[in-house]
C-alpha cells in the first residue's frame, strides 16, 4: 500500500502518549480505516531513512498477536506509522471505562502478550520494551493484540521527549540501569495484570508520606536512571530534582495518571521548574519498585494458577524470572488455552 499524507482522513483523536499521538483515519482511495500514530522526532534527514528503514521490520511481522501495518511515512518534522485499527481501544482505556476486568480475561490477555512476545523474538529478535495496559489492544472479533513494539532503536533515540524509555511499568533492574531483555517485558506484564484485575495501579496508593524514606534518595540513584536511558536532559531534570527534595510535600500523592500526564507534558513542552518538582514523585515511585517487595495478585476471588503465575513475573532478581516460553507453561496458561470464556461476546458489554 502506497500511503500519502493527503490519502488520509482524519476521523477522531484516539489519544495521546508519551511519544506522540494517535488518530483514528480513514485511507480513502481504499476505505480502509486506520490507527495513524504521529511520532515528533529530532533527527537529521540521514537518521529520519534510517528509522524508516527500521520500521519496515513492522510490515514483515505477521501474528494474530500483532498489530498488523500498513506503511510509514514521513511528514516533517514527524514520522507517521499507519497501523490497524483496533475499534475496543487499549486495556487501559476499557478499564477506564469499566473498572476492573474479569479475571478470565485477564488470563487470556496474559496469553496474547506472552505470544505476541515470544513471536516478536523468535521471528524478529524483537523485545518489546513497553509493555502496559494502553499497548494491548482489542478488537469486537475478540482479538487480542501488541503494538508499539521497539522495532527502530533510532526511533527510540530520537523521539523529542526526555521521558521516553522511562515508565511506571519498568522493572527494578531497568531502573537500576541494566540493559533491557525480555524479562523486563514479562515484569511489565506481571504489573499490568494487576492493574487490569483489580482495576488500579498497584504501587501509587501508597507512594509514602513518610518524610525518612526520602533520605536515602540521591543523586547517584537519579543517575543510575539517567544512565539507564542515556539521555543528558533526562539525567539533569532528575538530578535537579533530586536536589530538591526537601519540596517534596507538593509533589505528594500523585496517582499513576498523574504521572503519565506529567511524563506526556514533558514531550509537548519540555520542563518548567514546577514539573521539575513533580519528576519527585517518579523517582520516589522508581525508588518504591526498587526496594519494596513486589506487588501480588491479592484476594480469594483470585485462584491459586493466576497468583502463581503473577508471582512469576514479578520476581524481582530477573535470574529468578522466567522469559515467556516458559511461562506458557504455566497453569494459568492451560487456563487460556482451554478458555470457553467468550470474549467476542465480552466486547459488546461495553
Ligand atoms: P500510550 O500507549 O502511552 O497511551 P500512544 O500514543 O501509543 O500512547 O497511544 C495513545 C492511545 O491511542 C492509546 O492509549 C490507545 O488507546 C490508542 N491507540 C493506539 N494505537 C491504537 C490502534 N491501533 N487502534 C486503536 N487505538 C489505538
Ligand atoms: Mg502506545
Known sequence: LDLKKEDLNKLADLGQGNGGSVEKVEHTPTGTIMAKKIVLIDAKSSVRKQILRELQIMHECQSEYIISCYGSF????????????????????????????????????????????????????????DIKPSNILLNSDGQIKLCDFGVSGELINSIANTFVGTSIYMSPERIQGAEYSVKSDIW?????????????????????????????????????????????????????????????????????????????????????????????????LMHQIVREPAPRLEGDKYDEEAQEFVDA??????????????????????????????LQAWTQTF
Open 188 to 284: 511489565s506484564l506481571g504489573i499490568t495484570l494487576i492493574e487490569i484485575a483489580t482495576g488500579r495501579f498497584p504501587f501509587c496508593d501508597d507512594l509514602s508520606d513518610d518524610e525518612d524514606n526520602l533520605s536515602d534518595l540521591d543523586e547517584e540513584y537519579a543517575q543510575a536512571l539517567a544512565e539507564a536511558n542515556k539521555t543528558p536532559t533526562h539525567r539533569d531534570s532528575f538530578a535537579l530534582s533530586a536536589k530538591k527534595k526537601k519540596d517534596k510535600r507538593q509533589s505528594r500523592r500523585k496517582s499513576k495518571g498523574g504521572l503519565e500526564q506529567y511524563m506526556q507534558k514533558t514531550t509537548q513542552q519540555g520542563m518548567s521548574g514546577a514539573d521539575q518538582l513533580n519528576s519527585m514523585s517518579i523517582i520516589e
Open 74 to 129: 514521513l511528514a516533517e518534522p514527524n514520522i507517521c506509522i499507519c497501523m490497524e485499527y483496533m475499534n475496543k481501544g487499549s486495556f487501559d482505556s476499557i478499564c477506564r471505562k469499566i473498572g476492573a476486568i474479569d479475571i478470565q480475561v485477564a488470563c487470556l490477555v496474559a496469553h496474547a502478550v506472552l505470544e505476541g512476545l515470544c513471536y516478536l523474538y523468535d521471528a524478529h529478535r524483537i523485545i518489546h520494551r
Open 313 to 342: 513475573c514479578l520476581a524481582k532478581n530477573p535470574d529468578e524470572r522466567h522469559g515467556p516460553k516458559t511461562l506458557l507453561e504455566y497453569r494459568w496458561m492451560d487456563d487460556a488455552r482451554d478458555s470457553t470464556f467468550d
